[in-house]
């Protein structure tokens, strides 16, 4: 049996992928695997004025009232998309990670099949299978950009900022590094021998 908190909010899903079974009473997409859990909110809370709350399933993060990540534990053999059926699980359960991108990057991610796939809603979402072989670094920098596509004008130019910032500052060490072993290299080529 569901509280009624549960069957009102599932009652809210646009997404049949959304709606796994319940298994004892606890709805198996919501079992987000903590460790995503964790990885996940390091990323979305590090952004300027996001928050996190419960969905109707999962949990998901937003600017003002724009949700640009959601995680949840879903049948994906229930979903009516071509893309996300493909990748289902023997048990087909699996942990989806929904986003936001646009123009190029979104028709390549979701022309490129596994991992990711095209959402039956929403003209810019695109879906994510989490599991063990997940790249985080690349997780980091797609909510990166699905925040900037759903962040007003002002945070996304702050967020660009700082991660133009962080490149340039990168770049420096890398370059000083560099200099530093050619230095060396050289010193090593032109120190004295003895006779």
Known sequence: MTSSRESTDRGQSKDPAHDAPLDDG?????????????????????????????????????IRTRTFAHVYRTDLTRSPSPGARAMTTEAGLSTTLTFRSHGEEFEALTSAGAPFFRMSW???????????????????????????????????????????????????????????TETAHAEIWTAPTEA
């Not at 709805?27 to 979305?44: K, N, Q, S, Y």
């Not at 810019?124 to 962040?151: F, H, K, P």
């Not at 130019?157 to 500052?169: C, L, M």
């Open 122 to 180: 929403g003209a810019n979402v695109v879906g994510m299978r989490v599991d063990d072989t997940t790249e985080w670094d690349e997780v980091r920098e797609l909510l990166t950009e699905s925040y900037c596509v759903q962040a007003p004008k002002r945070l996304a130019a702050r967020v660009n900022a700082e991660i133009a910032h962080a490149e340039t500052a990168n770049a420096e060490t890398a370059n000083a590094e560099t200099a530093h």
């Open 26 to 62: 606890v709805p198996l997409d919501d079992e987000v695997p903590p460790d995503a859990l964790t990885r996940l909110r390091a990323v979305c809370l590090s952004f300027p004025d996001a928050y996190e709350e419960p969905a109707w399933t999962g949990i998901r993060w937003r």
